[in-house]
């Protein structure tokens, strides 16, 4: 079964740390992909990254950067000199790419609330 | 245009209303999507339309209705809804296995 698990439920940090959020996954399908959405108090999801499974390169965009480990099912996210606009649910999803073939049928993890304090 | 507009933004209704919530997006996607999330929690799949047609309904009671008028448009009707059913509920859309884009949600409260 396809499950996402992000163990951190809430991470309060002072404006300028870094913070990494933790996100593992399950699945038994070779070809996935990998998301992470920011949810403000406003409630629109906002996309940030995707990544397939056959694509394990790190990524860095701005401040934030993303660390993807078949090897240890993990695709974690961090965000370096947080700032207070930061601060938001962090969602990291799972897609089954031929489910119903179409995409957005995301399985989410519970979310990580971040609080970036000035 | 890279939106997907939903309205209302909120919307209460009674027990014995009957209410559409309404989501569009002129993005040229193919595939459109409700999402329901309760409080605290992370949003849960319910329908997906796939070129206007209905492809999958994730065992969703029928006091939710869902509509796809054109590519464009998604509507959701409800009628009966519970207290339990009072939810944020976004729309999302996406060109095919591409990352899916979300409007902003209805916060639909029963009453």
């Known amino acids: 079964a396809q499950k996402v698990t992000q163990a951190q439920t809430e991470i309060s940090v002072v404006e300028k740390e870094d913070v990494t959020l933790d996100c593992v996954y399950e699945t038994r399908d070779t070809t996935y992909y990998l998301f992470w959405y920011k949810q403000p108090p406003s409630g629109e999801l906002v996309f940030l990254i995707r990544?397939?499974?056959?694509?394990?390169q790190n990524e860095i965009s701005g401040r934030y950067s993303w660390n993807f480990q078949k090897s240890t099912s993990s695709f974690n996210f961090t965000i370096t000199a947080s700032q207070v606009v930061d601060s938001a649910v962090y969602f990291c999803a799972l897609s089954e790419p031929n489910y119903g073939g179409s995409q957005g049928n995301l399985i989410f993890g519970k979310g990580t609330k971040l609080s970036v304090k000035p | 245009d890279t939106e997907v507009t939903q309205t209302p933004k909120h919307l209460v209704m009674g027990m014995t209303n009957k209410k559409s919530l309404k989501c569009e997006q002129h993005m040229g996607h193919r595939a459109m999507y409700w999402y329901k999330q309760k409080a605290k929690k992370p949003p849960e799949l319910m329908f997906v339309?796939?070129?206007?047609?209905?492809?999958i309904n994730e065992s969703v009671p029928s006091r939710f209705s869902p509509e796809c008028p054109n590519s464009s448009l998604l509507n959701l009707h409800l009628h009966a809804l519970q207290p339990e059913d009072s939810a944020l509920y976004l729309c999302?859309?996406?060109?095919?296995?591409?990352?899916?884009?979300f409007g902003q949600g209805t916060r639909l409260t029963v009453v």
């Open positions: 999302a859309s996406s060109p095919g296995i591409d990352e899916a884009f």
């Open positions: 339309y796939s070129y206007e047609k209905l492809s």
């Open positions: 990544r397939n499974s056959f694509d394990e």
